[in-house]
């Protein structure tokens, strides 16, 4: 993901200078305070299984808005402009993007960037009608304040059987089987970096019948309290 965003080659030797010549640092939450935003987002929570939805940016010709589940935020350090370059486009000064779980800042510069990683939702194919928020409207009764999204899905070539199931311990679930399905749906799930600045609001989302495919998304849109 982070090749892509770079605008460099998706191969093995890219992604290696990535991982050794960068500093990784990854937490849990992060404050947006703008004067059109002003939320703390959280991707992890030690404390609960809280993780929260957010509308994106939406360009005027996509029919229907961008919104995504946030996973966790990176902060990524030690580009150079005769190493790994930081395009322009990501050339952004972070007044404050903190992490709740501590008290530093981290004050950004042309050597350093903050991203969220996101699963991407997209319109459940129950849900064939948009709103004028461009919202994908869930089928009737509930059609009068909820939209009905499920996760994007793509095809990820690196990620194999022998990976996952080196790995199968750290996804949820009860018993082996489980963590195996849902080890499945998550190889499949559509994940990208996105800036903070490109939050434009909360969504208020729960995720229902989680043992259907394609997985259902209820979003509320007005909270009746």
Not at 14 to 20: F, I, K, P, Y
Not at 90 to 119: P, Q
Not at 196 to 202: C, D, L, Q, V
Request: aromatic letters at 8%; a positive charge.
């Amino acid at each position: 993901m982070l090749c892509k965003t770079l605008g460099i080659p998706e191969t093995r030797e890219s992604r290696a200078r990535l991982v050794t010549k960068l500093q990784w640092r990854c937490y849990g939450s992060l404050i947006e305070k703008r004067d059109t935003l002003k939320r703390k987002f959280v991707g992890v929570c030690p404390r609960s299984s809280r993780r929260d939805f957010v509308r994106l940016n939406t360009p005027n010709y996509d029919t229907t808005c961008w919104t995504v589940q946030l996973i966790m935020f990176i902060h990524i350090s030690g580009f150079t402009n005769d190493g790994i370059t930081l395009p322009k486009n990501l050339r952004r000064n972070y007044e404050r993007a903190v992490n709740s779980d501590s008290s530093d800042s981290d004050g950004g510069d042309t050597n350093e960037v903050v991203f969220a990683l996101v699963r991407w939702l997209t319109p459940h194919p129950d849900a064939l009608l948009r709103d004028s928020e461009r919202r994908p409207l869930s089928p009737p009764p509930l059609d009068m304040n909820h939209a009905l999204w499920t996760y994007a899905t793509e095809t990820r070539q690196l990620i194999n059987r022998r990976i996952l199931n080196r790995n199968i311990l750290y996804f949820p679930g009860k018993d082996a089987q489980e963590r195996s399905n849902n080890a499945e749906l998550e190889r499949r799930g559509r994940f990208d970096l996105v800036e903070p600045n490109s939050f434009e609001t909360f969504v208020n989302c729960t995720r229902i019948n989680t043992t259907i495919v394609p997985e259902q998304i209820l979003e509320t849109i007005t909270i009746p309290f």
